[in-house]
């Protein structure tokens, strides 16, 4: 190895801020004499920028840490390798099952947001299930910062440095609770829903609480009180511009959800981080990933939800799809059943645990027959609501191993997963949320939604997540969330595709950028979904 590639890989690593051990060295070298000449500068850097997202005990950089970078570089061309070799000798087929990666919600990595620095850090210490006081408290400050932030840079809140010319919303600067004291004239402000005396409700964000009035309709300065799409429910976090009445009382004029970021744009800033929990890819990853996906057009998942298996009908309807699919020339590459896996729910007065195991081995009997879809498809259960598990507290962890063992007998590739289920395949992220969040939605709402601009209800949850960057923001008295694990369900940066698994009709909508779609109850009207993620293109289908 020539001398003067060793100063090059010491230079590069001063530059970065890194000291190398001797053997740490020797590992680098070994690795860029992989390439050739011309390419070796280039892995190099390559080898460096992903060493930069590993956690390092101090600048000092040893052998151990620079293996660890090796070895996922290594793995990583791999299989992309096996991608293109696939690809090439089977231009029709589905790309390889490795390109489809499943990420449990308890396996998500926890970011918090430092205002002070206006940066995101990695949580690096133990996240036990039964939190303490202090874990609740940061559940509602780190959903409220994580808006916040992303507040802040939109064009008509950011602060003006200088007296430039205002936009047509005019001066939307966003101003602390704790400031509306003594002042008049009208403010905008950033709070959470909350009711904290019986029938008033307040506005609440990290300074103070304003209590505001949200059932009166009223004329004020000669403009009617507005409210923008979406479900306004205790929980929520709202952006209002409002005046300050002498009774104390904030008087809203115009209420909505804060606004959405562009998923490119809060990549940009995450300065690395992975919210996602797929591990951070480089700009040319991407790219090359990207390619992948667009020749990846016969790639499909078939998503099924409310799969009863004490059903006998149903049954008999899975039956038939797995028939179809069987004898089509590209089978799926992805199945996904989606609970409620029983028509009753499995609670303390549920006493046929062994019987639904025996179910879960029927169905994997049902799925083994068909050769086809066996040998070259994948599947992913994902509990419901009122499926076996320790309580209908959110994240839900994956189903009993005593329930699935004989299942899994039959298909031994079968993954179990939890509640919310996320899945990046190849560039795309998807999540899964099996929840009857529409109806729930409903009976939480404190007011009627807007109908300016859709009457659509499914439209309307689809906003209130997407602008809250929250699965599920509802009280935690109407829905519990793991204090610890509440960032779980965060949808930032914005996914590509959402699928809600929910019990009200199927419907597709897209949002924003963001595909939306409901596959409908199988086991009551016998809806699902094919999905194609290359053109994230959704085929509503039934029975």
């Given amino acids: 190895?020539?001398?003067?590639?060793?100063?090059?890989?010491?230079?590069?690593?001063?530059?970065?801020?890194?000291?190398?051990?001797?053997?740490?060295?020797?590992?680098?070298?070994?690795?860029?004499?992989?390439?050739?000449?011309?390419?070796?500068?280039?892995?190099?850097?390559?080898?460096?920028?992903?060493?930069?997202?590993?956690?390092?005990?101090?600048?000092?950089?040893?052998?151990?840490?620079?293996?660890?970078?090796?070895?996922?570089?290594?793995?990583?061309?791999?299989?992309?390798?096996?991608?293109?070799?696939?690809?090439?000798?089977?231009?029709?087929?589905?790309?390889?099952?490795?390109?489809?990666?499943?990420?449990?919600?308890?396996?998500?990595?926890?970011?918090?947001?430092?205002?002070?620095?206006?940066?995101?850090?990695?949580?690096?210490?133990?996240?036990?299930?039964?939190?303490?006081?202090?874990?609740?408290?940061?559940?509602?400050?780190?959903?409220?910062?994580?808006?916040?932030?992303?507040?802040?840079?939109?064009?008509?809140?950011?602060?003006?440095?200088?007296?430039?010319?205002?936009?047509?919303?005019?001066?939307?600067?966003?101003?602390?609770?704790?400031?509306?004291?003594?002042?008049?004239?009208?403010?905008?402000?950033?709070?959470?829903?909350?009711?904290?005396?019986?029938?008033?409700?307040?506005?609440?964000?990290?300074?103070?609480?304003?209590?505001?009035?949200?059932?009166?309709?009223?004329?004020?300065?000669?403009?009617?009180?507005?409210?923008?799409?979406?479900?306004?429910?205790?929980?929520?976090?709202?952006?209002?511009?409002?005046?300050?009445?002498?009774?104390?009382?904030?008087?809203?004029?115009?209420?909505?959800?804060?606004?959405?970021?562009d998923r490119e744009k809060s990549l940009k800033l995450l300065a690395g981080h992975d919210f996602f929990g797929s591990s951070v890819l480089t700009k040319e990853e991407t790219l090359r990933l990207a390619e992948l996906e667009k020749k990846a057009v016969n790639d499909m998942f078939v998503i099924i939800s409310d799969m009863w298996l004490d059903n006998e009908e149903a049954m008999g309807k899975l039956t038939t799809v797995l028939d179809v699919f069987e004898n089509e020339e590209v089978v799926p590459s992805l199945f996904v059943f989606m609970g409620n896996f029983s028509s009753h729910p499995c609670n303390l007065s549920f006493h046929s645990f062994s019987t639904l195991r025996s179910q879960f081995g029927k169905l994997g009997h049902i799925i083994g027959m068909h050769q086809r879809l066996k040998e070259n498809s994948r599947f992913l259960f994902i509990p419901g609501p009122d499926d076996a598990g320790p309580s209908k507290v959110l994240p839900r962890c994956a189903l009993p191993k005593y329930l699935t063992e004989e299942l899994q007998n039959h298909i031994p590739n079968a993954i179990f997963s939890s509640n919310p289920c996320r899945i990046k395949f190849l560039s795309q992220e998807i999540v899964f949320f099996r929840e009857d969040l529409l109806y729930r939605m409903r009976r939480s709402c404190l007011m009627p939604p807007s109908t300016e601009e859709t009457e659509d209800s499914f439209e309307h949850l689809v906003a209130t997540i997407t602008h809250q960057s929250h699965l599920c923001p509802l009280p935690l008295v109407v829905q519990p969330i793991i204090w610890n694990y509440d960032h779980a369900l965060y949808l930032y940066p914005t996914p590509h595709t959402i699928v809600l698994g929910d019990r009200s009709k199927q419907k597709a909508f897209k949002y924003t950028g963001i595909t939306c779609f409901n596959p409908g109850s199988f086991s009551s009207d016998g809806t699902f979904v094919a999905y194609r993620p290359c053109s994230q293109e959704v085929e509503l289908s039934a029975l």
């Avoid at 680098?28 to 992989?34: E, K, V």
């Avoid at 959903?143 to 005019?170: C, I, P, V, W, Y």
């Fill in 1 to 261: 190895m020539s001398a003067s590639l060793r100063k090059k890989v010491q230079r590069k690593c001063k530059i970065r801020g890194y000291s190398l051990k001797v053997d740490a060295l020797d590992e680098i070298l070994s690795f860029a004499s992989r390439f050739p000449d011309s390419d070796s500068d280039e892995a190099i850097d390559l080898l460096l920028d992903r060493l930069h997202y590993q956690t390092l005990k101090s600048s000092i950089v040893d052998k151990d840490a620079v293996r660890a970078v090796v070895s996922l570089l290594l793995d990583a061309e791999a299989a992309v390798d096996g991608d293109d070799e696939a690809s090439a000798a089977a231009p029709n087929g589905p790309v390889s099952p490795s390109s489809i990666r499943v990420i449990d919600a308890f396996l998500v990595p926890k970011l918090r947001y430092d205002s002070i620095k206006k940066l995101f850090y990695e949580h690096t210490g133990s996240l036990p299930i039964h939190g303490d006081a202090s874990a609740k408290a940061a559940l509602y400050r780190d959903r409220f910062l994580l808006l916040f932030q992303r507040l802040t840079r939109d064009q008509h809140f950011s602060k003006r440095a200088f007296d430039s010319e205002m936009s047509h919303f005019g001066n939307c600067e966003i101003s602390p609770i704790q400031s509306l004291v003594g002042q008049t004239g009208r403010r905008w402000v950033m709070g959470l829903i909350s009711q904290l005396e019986d029938d008033h409700f307040y506005l609440e964000d990290l300074t103070a609480s304003v209590e505001i009035n949200l059932y009166s309709v009223t004329i004020f300065f000669d403009k009617q009180y507005k409210i923008t799409t979406g479900f306004f429910a205790e929980n929520t976090i709202v952006v209002a511009e409002g005046e300050m009445r002498v009774e104390g009382i904030f008087q809203v004029i115009t209420c909505g959800f804060p606004p959405l970021e």
